[in-house]
């Protein structure tokens, strides 16, 4: 499983700003409610790093945390959208098997 915990979060004001100009990944349109929603803590409440952050408008944002993110957004997702995101999950654990069997 890719696991690798960041022991310096990034903090990228400039890129949590270009993100509110992204569309909602759940609506797929843009809005001025579009927030960026960083999609675990660190613990202790402690944001996780700016890189591991989606922009949804922010009733999606809200709802998500209240009801956890990962069953929030698996059933609000679009299919195109998980399928990426699948995609891009499964050439991680590729590239974490390369690292290990060179």
């Not at 009801?67 to 929030?72: D, I, P, Q, S």
């Amino acid at each position: 499983m890719v696991a690798h915990p960041k022991l310096n979060p990034i903090r990228d004001r400039k890129y949590l700003d270009w993100l509110r100009t992204q569309p909602c990944l759940i609506e797929g349109i843009k809005g001025e409610n579009v927030e960026p929603c960083h999609i675990s803590t660190m613990g202790k409440g402690i944001k996780s790093s700016d890189d591991e952050c989606i922009p949804l408008f922010h009733h999606h944002h809200a709802k998500a945390h209240s009801l956890g993110e990962v069953r929030y957004l698996f059933d609000h997702l679009p299919l195109p959208v998980l399928r990426r995101m699948l995609k891009l999950y499964a050439k991680e654990i590729y590239k974490e098997y390369k690292r290990e069997t060179n």
